[in-house]
């Protein structure tokens, strides 16, 4: 089978004010960053084998911080999986924050086969970055830009938010223009979400930071869309810009439904079993210590067919090209219409869904939740017609 391969690094310096994700505060000294390395490539060998994997067509190193682990581990681990992979990978990311950026990581990465950087920034904005804990000045995003443009000969993709405190249409126009200036061909432009029990959210909630309205953070994000479009950088997810044959293939897979891996503490792992149009998925436990002991064994879900349909639909509609209909019909035995084709047929004569496509249109994107809804209860009955055409 074919298996896209996510690895997870949870350590980071320190965890900024919005983030919810799990992650791990460490520095380069801690212990467990030296026994990570092998129990990761241990858990990589035993997925592979586990699924019969003979391609591995994208792998992305994502985190928390991968770079915090400094470019000898990082050596580690990219000869690790060197040797373990079936196949040479189409696309090799490897996140990084810009504070742990430098010339012995990134030549590490280049030598290792990694041939994308995807860089976590959200603003160059000083006051921005210390209205929400983001660690290192502006000017030091900057130079680890230069150091990248000037020492790495991949693909660079750069995370920005819009919503921040103090941030204006000004500040972020002034943070895109930048980060396309220093060479990325792939900029994801997040809208600032506030997750629960984060600092931020707290001090949302007591008054003392400012952030914007609604609308207002709605009229940024799109100033935002825009001047990356204008700039050559096409959106081809809701909210991910690229140049032409720029697109990231890794999360592609994700957005399509297609199987993955995912090796390391809070990683998880879909593989779609495409006979029975079923899937199975492991998410592993929020434990690093737990999961270094061996205890992580996290927690199996089994996806029936009208829930892989479902997220079938809330994932791939998220995307520009919506959903490839070619894919769905050789996985579910009928085309997308048979389960949301009233839903489409409404959408559309809004001028709000593609006629050429199953795919919203740009405008119609903006409104994805609704729409998604509007399909969720359509698939509710649709499903039962389906269900007896199989008998």
């Known amino acids: 089978m074919e298996a896209s391969l996510y690895v997870h690094v949870p350590f980071c310096a320190g965890a900024c004010d919005y983030c919810d994700f799990y992650s791990v ?75 742990s950026v430098d010339a012995a990581f990134i030549d590490a990465c280049g030598e290792g086969g990694v041939d994308r950087l995807s860089v976590g920034i959200q603003s160059l904005d000083p006051r921005a970055r210390r209205e929400v804990g983001r660690i290192g000045p502006g000017e030091s995003v900057a130079a680890a830009l230069d150091l990248i443009r000037s020492r790495f000969r991949g693909r660079l993709s750069v995370d920005l938010i819009s919503g921040l405190p103090s941030q204006d249409e000004a500040s972020l126009l002034s ?16 809208s600032l979400t506030l997750g629960e029990g984060t600092p931020l959210a707290a001090r949302s909630a007591a008054g003392t930071v400012r952030l914007p309205s609604g609308d207002a953070a709605d009229e940024l994000w799109i100033s935002g869309r825009d001047e990356l479009e204008r700039l050559g950088l096409g959106q081809y997810e809701i909210s ?38 079923t899937a199975v998925r492991l998410t592993r436990e929020r434990d690093v210590d737990a999961w270094l002991a061996g205890s992580g064994a996290g927690e199996e879900e089994r996806i029936g067919t009208k829930d892989l349909i479902a997220e079938t639909l809330l994932m791939s509609f998220r995307l520009k090209e919506g959903i490839a209909a070619g894919l769905f019909r050789s996985r579910f035995g009928v085309p997308p219409e048979f389960f949301i084709g009233r839903t489409l047929g409404l959408w559309r004569s809004r001028g709000l869904a593609r006629a050429d496509a199953v795919a919203l249109g740009r405008d119609g994107l903006l409104l994805l939740d609704r729409f998604l809804v509007d399909c969720l209860a359509e698939l509710d009955g649709s499903y039962c017609r389906y269900e007896e055409s199989r008998r």
């Open 175 to 190: 943070d895109i223009a930048a980060v396309v200036s220093a060479g990325a061909d792939h900029v994801s432009l997040y």
């Open 25 to 99: 505060s460490a520095g380069r000294k801690d212990p467990r960053l030296d026994a990570y390395v092998p129990k990761l490539l241990e858990e990589v060998a035993e997925s592979l084998t586990l699924f019969g994997v003979q391609a591995v067509p994208t792998v992305f190193i994502g985190g928390g911080t991968p770079s915090l682990l400094g470019s000898a581990r990082i050596r580690a681990l990219l000869d690790g999986l060197a040797v373990l992979l079936p196949s040479r990978p189409r696309e090799f990311t490897m996140e990084a924050n810009p504070e």
């Open 240 to 277: 991910n810009f690229a140049r032409p044959g720029s697109e990231c293939l890794h999360n592609l897979r994700y957005w399509r439904m297609e199987s993955w891996l995912g090796c390391g503490p809070a990683a998880s792992r879909t593989v779609v079993d495409e006979p029975s149009a």
